[in-house]
């Protein structure tokens, strides 16, 4: 069970209205009208918890489970112990998830700003927004409705936030137009001009950075992130992408639309990512790229050239998956055999 | 045209007034006192802005571009589209720069220390330096002229900063002494004690970490990079070195005049580096290093041994870079010869 | 010595005295009641000076040095200068760390809480705890005797710190449990929900991350580290482990007693790694892999199998150290040997 420090369950639910909301069927015979109380994971669920199966790697668990009830993929009920409503779905894990947030759902913002936070008269703040401690909010800023501006976090001058946006503990923006549902995480830096300058031995010449971030719609931006503005055009991080935590975004990069950026992450600048993009852990990318949409790098992959569309590649530098693949096993044949016969030798 | 949220532009400019301040020239026969009004990137720039052009990769945008003028290389000037004016120099985007300062000049600092910090009475704040909202100075700080501390900041006990620095909101900095006109982005973590201890079976031992950071002079420091103090010597980053975002300097590492250093590299303890040595994103330097002056690191390799001055390496780990494209070359052919061989069987 | 402005020195101490804190012997014939006043480098040591030699990197300066005493290790006497007495240890870092410690005790804390603090009334604070300035603590927060909380950090509702904490400036912490003498440095990122979300075109379903961090006794966490929640288990980090600056920990991640983490290390979900593993800088490290007690992980080193016990991997992927290093000798043979033959062509 969720440590009740943390975490406060809803009201229970019955299989069926849990298979609704998360889009599962029940099978036939089974009893619609059971009650699950909460969620647990296989290890530790009990007879009145919902479960999921999604990993191969757990198929044990998910053999030996008490969970009272799982979500499930028809191709894996035959693994399902005796004891447990399977909650049969195309998608285990989306269903969980959608589950999950009917036991737990967002907590209700209590609207209003802290006494101790520092705002200008010029900014505007929308109707239940909470306004955590110590925040600080700049000239001219505008923010929608229903937002959580975290603790000790910093809007600049001029920002604007859409509405439900989730600002977490110290993170800083400026320079940047922000759409609705967007999520930053703390400590993420987002408007702080690039990394632009002419090297000059005499002494670099840095150039103004005179372009914005913008951050569309229900984007999420993990912890300590940083996405620096543009330098004349935007920086853009298109509607629904998420990224991860430490990810690094230079100016003028532009992310399509539903991407996923894992941790530690860096694109150079003026790279162009598509829609649907994947991006592995650690994964570099240098500048002025274009990557097609649909495409998946792997993680630790060095990007120097561009990637088409709907392509998986590996490697740094990277080539197709399957070439890196040989590649791998090619240097482990090389190896071990030259061990071999210099035993011979 | 940049945002005029976030960014006022100020009085227009003759050519002439241009090409002095950015140190071109004006090709015989053009009009040194038509005006422009601002600076544009070469796609959205109209007959009133002044653009520029120095990477091959945007041709074609130059060759279709509206501005009325453009910082150019002598080599390029063929491609300059006749509807303008083209300003001759050997280094396009330095005078850009220049040209983009003029326009966007830095904002003047409001001096004064906002009534929600909290200053120490023994720190010492030099004429015209704007402490922001919510800054912590602790006791016997020594800061410069026309600085400004942003919110949220904290400068630790000790510290002394020079003139006309920029502290980044949410940056922390103790035991440091730092030059003048240094910036430090939002995030920046200086000076805590690095990752000394003698690894114990009983318990780590933690080794006091006796040392200092020192920056020198127009150092800039990219958003949430960490650099440690000294154990007993100090760190110490030269004069005019550029550091992207998300950067690990170690204890004791050394850093020479004029460096430039991509996001997320990261540098490993009581490592030198000399003067204008560059190193792309991601690299990795193990510690007790020498890399020459002049040496260049490609992005993401790893580098174990010392780096002769002037050389240019790659890979991981990092061999010499035409040897390191020798190697990726080779693997390749093995790769896809083996696949073609592979089908004949 | 170190710079007064940052470091206060305790009172001298006989050679006696240094080596019974310090587990070393003195040599017959030594004066047990000289008297050393500080420590110091190698290079820039004094006849008042303790000092060590651990590195043979360093041989030079040992010999050359001037310092009075130094901890040295039995089959390194022989390169003593003889104005040095040597205090002979197996373990000479470790001996100048506890000797380093005398000379320079953790500062005592003043307890107390900051005016400028936001501290909810439920929260509890132990006896001898200081609170800094601008600092949050959230509902129902519990902390320990004698624990430092950093300039501006925030302990978000619920968390609970055992005795002798410390807590850098800007950290962020929530969803906690933590032990005693952790000390987590500044801008670390405790406790926010993890990468987890299920995939979908229609719009990312984002799963409730129910679980918690917990952090055990004598755990550091570097500045700038990023420790996500547990989604329904808890995310571990196990005592005595040491993380460096800069390092993710997704959701999930089990960590044994007694590891070393490297800088910009990342660690992806749900991944179980052992006792006393060592993991590089850089390295990555996939989700739901078993990383057994003892193994070591090279700087830069991508895990995308199960590591057993004790082995030492390297490499991207990863295998094991003695066949990296032979695949790293025959790529550099096959790339300089095609390099000799194509001449011949």
């Known amino acids: 069970m ?5 975490f406060t369950v809803a009201a229970p639910l019955t299989l069926k209205a849990l298979a609704e909301r998360a889009g599962a069927r029940i099978p036939a015979g089974a009893d619609a009208e059971r009650v699950m109380r909460d969620v647990a994971p296989l290890e530790t669920a009990g007879p009145n918890d919902v479960s999921f199966f999604d990993n191969k790697k757990y198929l044990r668990a998910f053999q030996n489970t008490r969970a009272g009830a799982a979500f499930v993929h028809p191709t894996a009920l035959m693994h399902a112990p005796k004891t447990l409503v399977p909650l049969v779905t195309e998608k285990p894990y989306r269903s969980y998830g959608l589950a999950a947030r009917a036991f737990y759902p967002e907590p209700t913002t209590e609207a209003g700003v802290h006494e101790s936070a520092v705002v200008h008269p010029t900014a505007r703040i929308g109707a239940g927004t909470q306004v955590g401690p110590l925040v600080v909010i700049e000239a001219g800023v505008e923010i929608g409705r ?19 946006v989730r600002i977490g503990a110290h993170a800083s923006v400026s320079h940047a137009l922000i759409g609705s549902r967007v999520v930053l995480y703390p400590g993420v ?29 229900r984007v999420e931006i993990g912890a300590n992130c940083t996405i620096d503005r543009g330098s004349g055009p935007d920086t853009v991080i298109g509607a629904g992408t998420m990224i991860d935590n430490l990810v690094q975004i230079g100016h003028n990069v532009q992310i399509g639309r539903g991407c996923i950026i894992v941790a530690q992450v860096g694109i150079s600048g003026s790279t162009r990512v598509g829609d649907f993009v994947q991006i592995g852990g650690q994964g570099g990318l240098t500048g002025h790229l274009t990557i097609g949409s649909g495409a998946r790098i792997a993680a630790q992959s060095g990007i120097m050239r561009d990637v088409p569309p709907g392509a998986t ?33």
């Open 2 to 6: 969720p440590d009740p420090r943390f």
């Open 146 to 164: 229903d937002c959580r501006i975290g603790p000790a976090s910093i809007i600049g001058a001029g920002c604007m936030l859409g509405d439900e």
């Open 189 to 217: 830096r987002v408007g702080q001009d690039g990394f632009g300058f002419a090297p000059d031995p005499a002494g670099v010449v840095k150039v103004p950075q005179l372009g914005r971030v913008i951050i569309e719609d």
């Open 313 to 345: 590649v590996m490697g740094s530098p990277a080539v197709p998956i399957k070439e890196h693949f040989r590649q791998v096993e090619i240097l482990h044949r090389l190896a071990t055999h030259k061990e071999t016969s210099s035993e011979g030798e």
